[in-house]
């Protein structure tokens, strides 16, 4: 008999992972170049060419075990301090290697920076609607329920009166993702300033720690004047979460870290913690290889341009035709809102125009669809008679 909470989550697989198949099927039958399959968040840009180059010349160049052996379960120094170096110069920071912690992407990283903080059983960890869904998983994970604040749909910043009636004592920490999947909003300076106050606040309230933990896999996703705040400059308490997926695009090498704020109570010990929780999860050691090469490119990002030319084409379009959207002010995601309350219902008509959306509901914010258009612009434009046809059902 296997575990019965994971089994039963075998009955609620992703249903970003199901649409996606669904596409794979409809391009067998009518073609890959005729399915507008906005559903996965994959990018869709080449990796840098100095990264793909820095791997060549590392395994033409370095030890076969300094790349292929284990790597310190803290992980490789000249990649710790590489970050570190990086957050101090362009945030004005000060972190050194000992604070940085390198995982298997962004999920790791939240997963490690979950765990730290969550102690007794029924401890809650609070998230913002609309949230990316995946942090349900996590958060249960680690033994916590994760308490969502329901969204301010007319901006996707944060619903303060929502958080205030929902911060009980037993939060231990709270999530936040900016830029963010799926509304692609990016939390202003005001937003993250009340945030900050409100816990340290709340903190003195409860006489015990409120971690900001902030999911950070969009942060050079950010499009033409829009400013986006370094989230730990506004909250000592502060892990932040970060991927070199999006970035660099290369969600498949498996490669992040947990960067602790040095002004946190437990800036002294939390890395070697996250070293601890690790060794339960088995998600120890991330590829030596990555950390090499990401510590010789952490400053370069894949020209991620065609994301924002791809987000003005949709934005200015979708909302002539009569769709509502919070303008993006980065990623790769929108989040109008559906031409009918039922997202869902409104995401399966559109598969009738072979045009792939996201249902809002999975990620606490139902009445809307994502649209990740991480995508060639060419195929942005064809798709736009399929929206038009679509908005026509509803709006005449
Ligand atoms: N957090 C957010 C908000 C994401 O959108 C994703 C991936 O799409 C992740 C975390 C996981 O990122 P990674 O692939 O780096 O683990």
Redesign the pocket.
């Known amino acids: 008999m296997l575990n019965s909470r994971y089994v039963e989550m075998t009955n609620h697989e992703s249903v970003i992972r199901k649409i996606f198949m669904y596409g794979k099927e409809r391009a067998a039958q009518i073609g890959y170049e005729n399915v507008f399959d906005y559903s996965l ?1 994959n990018p869709s840009v080449p990796a840098p060419e100095r990264f793909n180059g820095a791997i060549r010349d590392i395994l033409r160049t370095q030890d076969d075990m300094a790349v292929h052996g284990y790597s310190p379960v803290l992980g490789i120094s000249e990649a710790r301090q590489a970050v570190a170096a990086s957050l101090n110069r362009r945030f004005g920071m000060h972190y050194e290697e000992k604070h940085i912690f390198m995982t ?5 990283a ?1 997963a490690h920076a979950l765990r730290a903080v969550l102690e007794e059983p029924g401890d809650e960890i609070i998230a913002f609607a609309p949230y ?1 869904s ?1 942090y349900k998983p996590y958060a249960e994970g680690a033994g916590g329920r994760l308490v969502v604040v329901p969204a301010d749909t007319d901006s996707f910043q944060i619903h303060f009166d929502a958080l205030e009636r929902l911060m009980g004592p037993k939060v231990k920490a709270v999530l936040v ?1 900016t830029p963010n ?1 799926p509304s692609g909003v990016v939390y202003s300076e005001e937003t993250l300033l009340h945030l900050a106050q409100i816990l340290q606040d709340k903190q003195s309230e409860y006489g015990h720690s409120i971690y900001l933990i902030s ?1 950070e ?2 942060r050079e996703l950010v499009f033409d004047g829009v400013k986006a705040p370094y989230v730990a400059s506004c909250y000592a308490n502060t892990f932040t979460c970060y ?1 070199f ?2 970035s660099m695009s290369v ?1 498949g090498e ?1 490669i ?1 870290y947990v960067a602790v704020n040095p002004d946190s109570e437990d800036a002294g010990c939390a890395v070697n913690v996250f070293g601890q929780i690790s060794r339960e999860t088995g998600h120890n050691c991330p590829p030596s290889l990555m950390q090499l090469a990401v510590a010789r490119c952490i400053s370069d990002t894949s020209d991620l341009s065609v994301y924002e030319e791809n987000k003005t084409i949709l934005y200015r379009e979708l909302t002539a035709m009569g769709f509502s959207c919070v303008e993006p002010g980065g990623t790769f995601y929108m989040f109008p809102r559906s031409l009918e309350p039922d997202d869902k219902a409104f995401c399966e008509r559109a598969k009738k125009y072979d045009l792939l959306l996201v249902p809002g509901g999975g990620f606490g914010c139902p009445g809307h669809f994502r649209i990740a258009y991480c995508i060639p612009t060419e195929k942005v434009i064809r798709s736009l008679p399929a929206f038009r046809m679509l908005a026509e059902e509803y709006l005449g």
Not at 104 to 108: D, H, I, N, P
């Open positions: 968040g298997a992407g962004a999920a790791g939240v990316f995946e993702n999947n999911d896999p969009y991927s997926s999006k969600p498996r992040g």
